[in-house]
């Protein structure tokens, strides 16, 4: 064999080995075959930010939720779960404060719960603003008020301690790769 031969055989022995990794993964993502991120939770995309009536939140990241009308099991168990989110972030819990929102004062005063960690607060704007989350979800408000995460709330007390260890752990990812808050 010449040495030309050598030479070109080498070159398109090169042109593939770069080639061959660029079209497999061109042909994976086109295929949707490859779902990015790890998070635990359900990604908004793009995130609902909030507009200045969250100006009123407390400072930092919130782990938020919608107050029912009654708070029964389902509620309970997410406010359970909330408070021990709180407890469970450890260091970063002056970062993280849960929001519990309601539409007006009468629901704050029928609202009876056992989460002492728990803040309440009236805002019927911003439970406008997040009129396109699910019902009876909890989700992630950052310090910039975008609201980025949510997660489903379960009946089942254990479903729904399944479901903090979730919340937990995305907020642990968020809390040690965020600057802010």
């Known amino acids: 064999m010449s040495s030309l031969n050598r ?51 407390p400072e930092g990241w919130q782990i938020g939720y919608i107050a029912p009308q009654n708070c029964e099991a389902i509620c309970e168990n997410t406010l359970y779960v909330m408070n021990q989110v709180d407890v469970a972030i450890g260091k970063d819990t002056e970062r993280l404060t849960p929001v519990v929102l309601h539409q007006s004062e009468a629901e704050k005063t029928n609202f009876n719960h056992s989460a002492p960690h728990i803040t309440q607060m009236i805002t019927p704007q911003l439970i406008e603003q997040l009129s396109e989350l ?34 937990l752990a995305d907020l642990r990812k968020l809390l040690k790769l965020s600057r802010i808050g």
């Not at 790890?38 to 995309?45: D, S, Y």
């Open 7 to 57: 030479s070109r055989r080498a070159i398109i022995i090169v042109f593939v080995a770069f080639i061959i990794p660029v079209l497999a993964a061109w042909l994976i993502l086109s295929q949707d075959w490859y779902e990015a991120g790890t998070n635990k939770g359900t990604l908004l995309q793009p995130p609902i930010t909030l507009n200045q009536e969250a100006d009123q939140l």
């Open 134 to 167: 699910p019902d009876n979800t909890v989700f992630i408000i950052d310090p910039m008020h975008n609201v980025m995460l949510y997660y489903p709330t379960h009946l089942d007390k254990e479903q729904m301690i399944a479901e903090g260890k979730n919340v």
